[in-house]
């Protein structure tokens, strides 16, 4: 069956950077892009960017631009997600979700904290 | 940037239907997606394609879009579909995802 397991959850100091994976099974990891959302404590979801998993190319919303980076390793059908200059702000759950064109399977989340 | 309006809260009693509703600018002319998400849990796709179910959720859920709103309808509501509700719509003049900013549903 199609999963996404992510890695475990993080602390983190202002001004470091995180780096969550996500590794794809039952499927064909090239064969759909992979988007990154995230979900601060009692908020809604927010749409943080999308890797293409074969070519690599990225979308990232604007808000992260210059912040995050979406890489992916084929070899073991995992994507990353990195966070760089980390704020108070940044404490989520961050999701990697699979996207036919809508969000059919989602990661089991990842709990970011940044705090000092 | 594309918006997306849901309402904060909808309350229904058990077996009527409850409507949750979500606004954008001509979001007729997009595809929209429903997602339920209960506490602790990541979410789950209800609805795809403004009205598509995927396997093994129940046809109690129904969606439909036109003009400036679309519409996820739950028939028959039970107290386990007391959750978190989202739509969500890819804005293909920014390549960005855009979810609304969810409905808490209450069975009361």
């Known amino acids: 069956q199609v999963q996404l397991v992510q890695s475990g959850a993080e602390v983190k100091k202002p001004g470091a950077s995180v780096k969550v994976s996500c590794k794809a099974s039952g499927y064909t990891f090239t064969g759909y892009y992979m988007h990154w959302v995230r979900q601060a404590p009692g908020q809604g979801l927010e749409w943080m960017g999308r890797i293409n998993p074969n070519s690599g190319g990225t979308n990232y919303a604007q808000k992260f631009q210059g912040r995050v980076t979406m890489t992916r390793d084929t070899s073991i059908s995992t994507a990353y997600m990195e966070l760089s200059r980390l704020r108070s702000d940044d404490t989520a759950v961050y999701y990697c979700?699979?996207?036919?064109?809508?969000?059919?399977?989602w990661g089991q989340g990842t709990l970011v904290t940044v705090s000092s | 940037s594309y918006v997306l309006t849901q309402p904060p809260s909808v309350s229904v009693a058990p077996g009527q239907t409850a409507r949750i509703t979500c606004g954008g600018n001509n979001i007729g002319s997009k595809s929209v997606h429903w997602y339920q998400q209960k506490p602790g849990q990541a979410p789950v796709l209800v609805v795809y394609d403004d009205s598509d179910r995927p396997s093994g959720i129940p046809e109690r859920f129904s969606g439909s879009n036109s003009g400036n709103t679309a519409t996820l309808t739950i028939s028959r509501v039970e107290a386990g579909d007391e959750a978190d509700y989202y739509c969500q719509v890819w804005d293909s003049s920014s390549d960005h995802g855009v979810f609304g900013g969810g409905t808490k549903l209450t069975v009361l």
């Open positions: 979700a699979r996207a036919p064109g809508w969000y059919d399977c």
